[in-house]
């Protein structure tokens, strides 16, 4: 939570208000509530999307990214679903990233206390949209995961297909 208040502002990220513990104990994240849908709801119920769109819809999402990533916070789970298209004054089709979840923050820019919010050698993300050195286990994993992630979000809204068809179990070891 203390990485997202780092981002707080940026048009392009949603902001995280306030992360209280629910009367039970549980942690929860409180957001401004967005009107609109994930790309992914927006390519099911329009199809694929024409090559304005998706080229506006990326440079936003590219925006919020390289904030980020200027901040020492990488994202690690670009996909249709965590980004939301909605209106924001009069403008439509304006993107909000969602779900740091998975957020990694470089330790050569963190702020002093910060600690890694996912495990440094853990796989994570949805394998999809996954970088192969992500796949692969790299420690070291930076900005150009999230470049490949955006092209493969790109790739899927304007064909309406994925770049590959990876699941979970083409990573097991097991016949």
């Excluded at 039970?24 to 694929?48: A, T």
């Excluded at 590219?62 to 939301?84: C, E, M, S, T, W």
């Excluded at 890694?116 to 394998?127: D, F, R, S, V, Y």
Aim: net charge negative; hydrophobic share 40%.
């Amino acid at each position: 939570v203390r990485a997202m208040g780092r981002l707080s502002g940026i048009p392009n990220i949603v902001d995280i208000h306030h992360a209280p513990f629910t009367t039970d104990g549980r942690p929860c994240i409180v957001m401004p509530y967005i009107d609109g849908g994930s790309l992914d709801d927006v390519l099911q119920g329009h199809g694929q999307l024409p090559v304005d769109n998706v080229l506006q819809m990326g440079r936003e999402v590219a925006r919020a990214l390289d904030a980020a990533h200027r901040q020492g916070i990488f994202h690690r789970d670009v996909k249709p679903a965590n980004i939301y298209v909605c209106r924001m004054g009069l403008e439509y089709d304006f993107v909000k990233v969602l779900d740091f979840g998975l957020v990694k923050v470089n330790s050569d820019r963190a702020q002093l206390g910060q600690t890694l919010l996912t495990a440094e050698q853990k796989t994570t993300g949805t394998p999809a949209y996954m970088a192969p050195e992500i796949i692969l286990g790299e420690a070291k994993v930076d900005r150009r995961a999230a470049v490949y992630a955006l092209g493969c979000v790109a790739y899927y809204l304007l064909t309406g297909q994925l770049v590959f068809d990876i699941t979970l179990h083409s990573f097991s070891n097991s016949p």
